[in-house]
């Protein structure tokens, strides 16, 4: 059986890390489905999606658990929404999610979801990290080690702080 | 002569009843134009385009007038939007809006623009019928018959009241 | 029970005509997806969608059957076209077509598929009434009156032989 | 040596002049960006493109320097950004921006960028000269004297007045 | 008055020159509408906006007329193609042109046309150059010195040559 | 040291794997760019990017490799290509591409590419691969095991069969 589980991973943390080892024993594979992918360089999302696939790929690669992580660009419409995120991703039988909207998306499409019990501390810790980074504060204690290495490779820190003086393109 | 007025119609209820029964004396045939379409399933704009020709289609049948109701996408780009209309539509004579840029819009564009007076109340509708609905309030006494049977088919209360809750798609 | 019958409609013809007629016995009503209507002004699609909405109501206005002409741009991507037409159409219980990526993409989505034997004849005639009106034959026998009228009005025929030189935009 | 700057003109005004002349001695030639190229007709956004260019062009033509005025639209996607400018514009050295974000982008695509010290002044002014066009005050000695007289030939003012009390497309 | 002339520009070459000649005394001030703006590097259109842009500013500056140089980047919906060149371009009074499709939107948007008689040549033109250019031979003296310049600084016929050898993106 | 090979891999052959394995002992990791991933159900783009992905990574699994599967959507502006392939992608340092317009592409974005000498058999097979398929034809032989699975999971040569007998869209 295969799981879908959507989220921003504006960076994945310690809290994705939680909730795909608890997902883990319900199904053989799991679809990390990468949500907003088209925006970066943001302070909401500050990471490309090229690069949150690579935080995905390194940060789950231990586990017992074949994953795929699939971009998912917004399209601003809601009711095709399912149809696109079924045509980017492998296949999958069951959605995880807690999100109202995406709730009631799947369960119109009739696709099965399941909650997760541990959005809400999820959702808080993606706006944790990112603060802390922009502060200048100990972040790397929040998200996984290879996380860490990546966002440290690409100058992450230093790009949301640069951002988060900005409010708009140009002048 | 043929008229065009623009609405969002979610839903389409008693206020554009009454603008369109007011509106058809003037006029041979009226075109209604399904505004912001490609919007569904947000506390703003909780019915698909298809949801809402339903409504209107059933809600007019029995005036003596020839209507048609025509979906028109956003674009995002103002001075494109009069021609935008104008291809999506069959041809009008003459706008009915009261909103200033519409307005604005249509008359740079040689349309010519006639106010719409209950525009205030239709707004205020739309938004008290959403209401209404979120909070399981009698919202079926501001909306013509027809449209009361065409929401209860699709859903379309729970499907408000759950959607309510989201802020954002994705997690 | 709702049909829905796609099509290009360019324009809306005898033989249109008369598979309207056929399908309207099996449906208490009937949607006409008006496909790629985003295109006009070209050999293969003259007319816009609003000019196709005006000529599909008129002509269907006599049958006894509530019909819906609804508007349906290309998104140029297969494997979401089924939630686009579902979201911009009334519901509908089956659908009419005999294109075989049409069946299969409804068939992959779990719509009933119900073939038209006259597509043929369709698809020729279409043709048929374009290359009249090139070459300023009798093309007013192949679509109905109520057609012909709006093709007048509109200067249709002018349109068709003017641009039919073309091969592109801009030099 | 070419320099690239961008801005939204909305409209070009004196802050933008000063800071040309400033730039002037630096560079052989300037291409000014019309940022927000895609947006009109709104209270932030009220000139069309074609507007804005023959104010720059207009305004800048007595100085001694050639100069591009180039519109650049929005593309919502931060990390391509850079190479549609580029792919817009004459080939450049140098970017001339204080937005933290455009410099951000520029710097990791690895164009040298410089700062313009009056950044602060420009972006007040544009929301001051606004401000008072829409209270009919004295606006006109804050742009240069050839965009007064584009923006009167455009009736530009009223517009802006006008679209002031919208808030949304339709209704 | 101010005329609009439309055409690919790939490259700006003989031709063009001599038709602005022509138009010169009919008009005040012309602009030059870069069509496909937003294709480059393919056998038809191998060169971006930004160097169309340079080559037509270079070629056309020792005329005694003001010109502007505006992309218009394609939107494959020709109902609202001539609301899209008039936002984009400074506001005109005629259009040039000889391209039937061309003459046909003008025409229907209610602006006056004239033909550029020479059009065909000009079209032969382009085609000729950069079958020049691909084939190594003396294309140089079908185009004006100044685009000579532009072309060789971007070393635009050896892209040409190479990108000739493509038919699609990817594999 | 990280590679980039772009592929339609419709579907993923025996040509592909052969080239993955040429190139691991260059590289510690491989970046598979899914190209045309917007494109599915059609006779040359049969599979879904979600399907393509399953694909490539079951049949790169047993490499001693790390890769990674990543879908790039078509842009139709070669000028930003680069860019929406780096941001899509983790970073890399190295493309792999026999492609001119590709390796021009790559090339004048400053990226290093490498030749893979056996693009020609891998062009050719996968249109042999798709050809098969539509025949009923021994297919199977020129796929990895792993893609057969996967293809006959989503009953794949069937739907190839369908699709192959259409034109267009709707009528």
């Given at each position: 059986m295969r799981g879908f589980l959507i989220g921003r991973?504006?960076?994945?943390h310690e809290g994705h890390q939680t909730m795909v080892e608890r997902i883990a024993p319900e199904v053989d594979e799991l679809v990390l489905g990468i949500g907003?992918?088209?925006?970066?360089?943001?302070?909401?999302?500050?990471?490309?999606p090229g690069e949150r696939i690579m935080m995905i790929t390194k940060a789950v690669s231990k586990l017992d658990l074949t994953t795929y992580a699939v971009p998912i660009e917004d399209l601003?419409?809601?009711?095709v929404w399912v149809s696109h995120v079924q045509s980017m991703?492998?296949?999958?039988?069951v959605a995880y999610s807690n999100n109202p909207l995406v709730v009631r998306l799947f369960e119109e499409a009739g696709v099965e979801v399941r909650s997760t019990p541990m959005i809400r501390r999820e959702e808080l810790e993606g706006s944790e990290v990112r603060d802390r980074m922009c502060r200048d504060?100990?972040?790397?204690?929040?998200?996984?080690d290879a996380v860490v290495e990546v966002i440290d490779e690409i100058d992450g820190a230093n790009r949301l702080r640069q951002v988060s003086d900005s409010d708009a393109n140009g002048a």
């Open positions: 991973f504006q960076p994945f907003s992918a088209d925006q970066s360089h943001t302070m909401r999302n500050p990471f490309t601003n419409r809601n009711a991703s492998p296949h999958f039988d504060e100990n972040w790397e204690s929040l998200v996984p």
